[in-house]
């Protein structure tokens, strides 16, 4: 974690689910500590899970704080939806009111349950975070989301666990990545943000990190984002 902050990255995104928040609240605190960064430089993005969490959500979002210890989280999401998830987005909003909560939103919401869930709730979510890559390229839910005025963030923006090899060796990506002299991870971390998707690529990797930050320096034209565009099989690489 130290590593990808001091590699210039920004956005932390983590879960409940994922047992490390702990874990990264404590390298943000050493990286505060030895001067990489300032609190306010970084956003931080957790969640909280459907089931137990979402049945007593007060005390699963200041459990999550707890854990955190950064003094306020930057983004909270709702990770799936929930037949609790409209009293547990109420929560949400209660924390933010009280400061310790900065923007709160959704995670995995398509159309469907977008239309249902937010005539009931009061705040428009600042996020919606879902599966992306151009395997799965949600065309019909991006353009939905965005017109809301709701920010579309995308994981498994590289396709995933299992899934990573197959994508960045596509014959069509790695001819463009090679026009422009970067990588396949590269072409299609900037054919999200051309499309307006924030991507929360993951890495251990060191130099991974760093060359997925180095996506400002060229443009893909109309004709390569055509390309990739065709070659979408509506196919999630999860379940959810």
């Known amino acids: 974690m130290k590593s990808a902050l001091s590699n210039g990255v920004r956005l932390i ?21 030895e001067g990489i960064i300032k609190r306010e430089d970084i956003f931080v993005t957790t969640k909280i899970y459907p089931g137990g969490e979402m049945e007593n959500p007060v005390q699963s979002i200041q459990d999550c704080l707890d854990r955190m210890d950064i003094g306020y989280v930057d983004l909270m999401l709702l990770h799936h939806p929930d037949p609790n998830d409209v009293e547990a987005y109420k929560a949400m909003e209660q924390f933010v009111e009280e400061g310790e909560i900065r923007s709160i939103g959704l995670s995995n919401w398509y159309v469907e349950e977008l239309t249902e869930f937010l005539p009931q709730v009061d705040t428009v979510p600042a996020v919606v975070q879902n599966e992306i890559h151009p395997y799965f390229q949600e065309n019909d839910v991006i353009p939905f989301i965005q017109d809301l005025g709701i920010v579309v963030q995308g994981w498994y923006p590289l396709g995933g666990r299992g899934h990573t090899g197959e994508l960045l060796g596509d014959s069509v990506i790695s001819e463009i990545a090679g026009a422009h002299g970067v990588s396949s991870a590269q072409v299609i971390l900037r054919w999200n943000l051309q499309k307006g998707v924030v991507v929360i690529p993951g890495s251990s990797n060191p130099d991974h990190i760093r060359e997925n930050t180095e996506v400002y320096h060229f443009s893909l034209t109309e004709e390569e984002m055509a390309r990739i565009n065709a070659l979408d099989r509506s196919k999630k690489h999860d379940w959810y």
């Open 13 to 33: 995104d983590t879960a409940s689910a994922y047992g490390n928040e702990e874990e990264i609240g404590q390298a943000v605190r050493e990286a505060i500590d």
